[in-house]
């Protein structure tokens, strides 16, 4: 077991969370705040997709100083940006923690989370 802490805190959570409860209903896992930080840093280290599929770009756009043509493929490294240090102190570790005081969910246009979201409205590639 690589972290005893993190896995003795989860238990708690669920332990309290459930105490005494003989259903378990869908509302209920809203108040498992501790794993779902788990969930997301486990996501973040090791996502489904670590390329995301590829897309062409539909119009010239620069992205950090490169010029990125009209029907250019662009594939992102999502792994790249999930352990990028510039979005996240000590990216290589595993701390759950670190959602706390983030407020960066699966939804949206963070785009140091892409493992797990990105929508077609999101982006201007076909």
């Known amino acids: 077991m690589r972290n005893p802490n993190?896995?003795?805190?989860?238990?708690?959570?669920v332990r309290e969370t459930f105490k005494g409860k003989n259903k378990i209903?869908?509302?209920d896992l809203e108040h498992l705040v501790y794993l779902k930080y788990i969930i997301k840093e486990t996501l973040r280290l090791h996502p489904p997709l670590p390329l995301l599929l590829p897309r062409e770009c539909r119009e010239h756009c620069q992205i950090d100083g490169y010029d990125i043509p009209v029907k250019t493929k662009v594939i992102v490294n999502a792994f790249a940006?999930?352990?990028?240090?510039?979005?996240?102190?000590?990216?290589?570790?595993?701390?759950?923690?670190?959602?706390?005081?983030?407020?960066?969910?699966f939804m949206g246009t963070n785009f140091e989370f892409v493992p797990f979201w990105i929508r077609e409205e999101d982006v201007s590639w076909d």
């Not at 993190?6 to 959570?13: G, N, P």
């Open 6 to 13: 993190v896995m003795e805190k989860a238990q708690k959570e």
């Open 25 to 27: 209903t869908e509302s």
């Open 81 to 105: 940006c999930a352990v990028d240090p510039e979005y996240w102190d000590d990216a290589e570790s595993f701390k759950p923690e670190r959602f706390n005081s983030s407020s960066v969910d």
